[in-house]
T-cell receptor, first 113, second 115 residues
Framework: DTAVSQTPKYLVTQMGNDKSIKCEQN?????MYWYKQDSKKFLKIMFS???????INETVPNRFSPKSPDKAHLNLHINSLELGDSAVYFC????????????FGPGTRLTVT | AQTVTQSQPEMSVQEAETVTLSCTYD???????LFWYKQPPSRQMILVIR??????QNATENRFSVNFQKAAKSFSLKISDSQLGDTAMYFC????????????FGQGTRLTINP
C-alpha cells in the first residue's frame, strides 16, 4: 500500500487555468504539508495542516489555496496558473510528538504552458 | 530564521569509493533534528538518516553515517562502499522542536557514482 499518494503525477495545462492536486496518506498521521521544488531542485514549504487546521502558511500567492477535508487528505488548488508555477509539488505527512520524520508522496510535476 | 547550506552542488566518485557530502546550518535553538534525504531520478524523497541534536553519538545506517558537530553547526554525510544506486540528489534538512514543524532544506548535492 502506498503511504502517501498524490494525483495526478503529471499535469500539463495552459496559463490562466485552474487546477487541483490531491494528496492522501494512510499512515494515521495528523500533520500534512505541501512543498514546492523549483527548476533548480530547491525545496520549500508552502503550507502545513495539523488536524485539519492550517498551521504554516509561507509567503505563497493567494492563488494557491490548500484544503484539508480530513486528517488523511490535503488538496492544493491553484487558480489562474502562471508560467512560474511550473514545478514539482510534494505532499508530505508526519505524526506530531514523534521523531519529526516526514513521509513524502511521489510528487506532481506541474507544467504551465 | 534557520538556514541550511550545502556547498557542493555536484560530486562524482567511482563505485566502491567513500564520499562525504557537506552541510552546515544556522540556528539559535538547542533542540532540533537534522536529516539527509535522497532523491533519485524517480524524484521520490527517501529518508537516508536522521540525527537528534541532543544526542552526541553520530547516527549510522548501514553504509551511511553522519559527522555531527553541534558547536560548528555541521552535519556531513559519509557514504561508504558507494553503489551505482546511490546516484541521486542529496538534501540536508533541519527541523526545529519549537513552533510549526517545517523542514528547511539545503540546496542539494547531485551525487554521481561511476562504474
Amino acid at each position: 500500500d502506498t503511504a502517501v499518494s498524490q494525483t495526478p503525477k503529471y499535469l500539463v495545462t495552459q496559463m490562466g487555468n485552474d487546477k487541483s492536486i490531491k494528496c492522501e496518506q494512510n499512515l494515521g498521521h495528523d500533520t500534512m504539508y505541501w512543498y514546492k521544488q523549483d527548476s533548480k531542485k530547491f525545496l520549500k514549504i508552502m503550507f502545513s495542516y495539523n488536524n485539519k487546521e492550517l498551521i504554516i502558511n509561507e509567503t505563497v500567492p493567494n492563488r494557491f489555496s490548500p484544503k484539508s477535508p480530513d486528517k488523511a487528505h490535503l488538496n492544493l488548488h491553484i487558480n489562474s496558473l502562471e508560467l512560474g508555477d511550473s514545478a514539482v509539488y510534494f505532499c508530505a505527512s508526519s505524526l506530531s510528538g514523534t521523531d519529526y520524520e516526514q513521509y513524502f508522496g511521489p510528487g506532481t510535476r506541474l507544467t504551465v504552458t | 530564521a534557520q538556514t541550511v547550506t550545502q556547498s557542493q552542488p555536484e560530486m562524482s566518485v567511482q563505485e566502491a569509493e567513500t564520499v562525504t557530502l557537506s552541510c552546515t546550518y544556522d540556528t539559535s535553538e538547542n533542540n532540533y533534528y537534522l536529516f539527509w534525504y535522497k532523491q533519485p531520478p524517480s524524484r521520490q524523497m527517501i529518508l537516508v538518516i536522521r540525527q537528534e541534536a541532543y544526542k552526541q553519538q553520530n547516527a549510522t545506517e548501514n553504509r551511511f553515517s553522519v559527522n555531527f558537530q553541534k558547536a560548528a553547526k555541521s552535519f556531513s554525510l559519509k557514504i561508504s562502499d558507494s553503489q551505482l544506486g546511490d546516484t541521486a540528489m542529496y538534501f540536508c534538512a533541519f527541523i526545529s522542536f519549537q513552533g510549526a514543524q517545517k523542514l528547511v532544506f539545503g540546496q542539494g548535492t547531485r551525487l554521481t557514482i561511476n562504474p
